[in-house]
């Protein structure tokens, strides 16, 4: 586990492409969604990204924020001192549960 801000930025950010996503990311929604954005990495990660990536500015992102907030403290708050945790899993589930909630779902009206 990491928790130092030079050790996230380098996994998330510069080195990202060293690091596979986890099995049950791909494993949940392989077959449900296809090869889109959560499934794929390297450069077709990278095109499918570059077309959302509307969605990550900071004005949206700040509307995301309470649900991820409380999603968070619910995982967390599942977790014991000397628990063995696969953090990727549960951060994987943790994001789908962001993901999946109305709050994250832009509703379009004609």
């Known amino acids: 586990m990491i928790a130092h801000p030079d050790a996230i930025q380098q996994v998330l950010l510069d080195d990202h492409e060293a690091f596979e996503k986890?099995?049950?990311?791909?494993?949940?929604?392989?077959?449900?969604?296809?090869?889109?954005?959560?499934?794929?990495?390297?450069?077709?990660?990278?095109?499918?990204?570059?077309?959302?990536?509307p969605a990550f500015y900071r004005d949206r992102l700040n509307t995301y924020v309470p649900e991820m907030r409380a999603?968070?403290?619910?995982?967390?708050?599942?977790?014991?001192?000397g628990m063995v945790v696969d953090v990727n899993d549960r951060m994987t589930e943790t994001t789908l549960d962001v993901l999946g909630h109305p709050s994250s779902v832009k509703q379009e009206t004609a």
Not at 25 to 34: E, F, K, P, S, W
Not at 35 to 52: A, I, P
Not at 71 to 81: L, P
């Open 71 to 81: 999603t968070a403290e619910e995982t967390v708050e599942q977790w014991r001192d």
């Open 22 to 53: 986890g099995e049950v990311l791909t494993r949940n929604l392989a077959d449900a969604m296809g090869e889109g954005l959560f499934v794929t990495g390297g450069d077709q990660w990278q095109n499918q990204r570059t077309k959302v990536q």
